[in-house]
Structure formats: C-alpha cells, structure tokens
C-alpha cells in the first residue's frame, strides 16, 4: 500500500515527483558549474516542476510525475 492509498479515506492528497535533471538556479547546478563538472543530464527550468506539482495537487488524476518525461 502506497502512503496515498493509506491517507486518501482521510482526504489527504499525497503525491511524488521524480526529478531525474539539474535544477536551474539551484545551488546544486551552481556548485557544479562551479567545479568545472560536465553536464551530461537535462536541466529543467524550477516553474516547470511548479506547474507538475500543481497538476497533481489540482487535478487528483494521478499520484506521481517524472520530470523530465521519460520517453517509452
């Protein structure tokens, strides 16, 4: 049983995001800029991950996000 299961007969909404990138204007994406480090992985922009957060919060359609998407 997943904690949204276990809390939704109390109408409590618990939802994850997945980010699998670098953050831009985090302090990780600084600090490794910083170290001369290569970026091999994606970066994604902080309003884009608001805007997932607030789609699961809204919407209640589904439980989880990936950012970003992973192609199947």
Do not use: C
């Not at 997943?2 to 939802?15: K, N, Q, R």
């Not at 831009?24 to 805007?51: I, K, N, Q, R």
């Amino acid at each position: 049983m997943t904690l949204h299961d276990e809390v939704l007969s109390d109408g409590v909404f618990a939802g994850m995001l997945h980010v699998g990138a670098m953050i831009e204007y985090s302090t990780g994406l600084a600090s490794a800029l910083a170290a001369g480090m290569s970026l091999d992985s994606t970066v994604v922009h902080p309003d884009l991950l608001a805007d997932d957060v607030w789609s699961l919060a809204k919407e209640r359609t589904r439980i989880e996000a990936i950012l970003p998407p992973v192609a199947h």
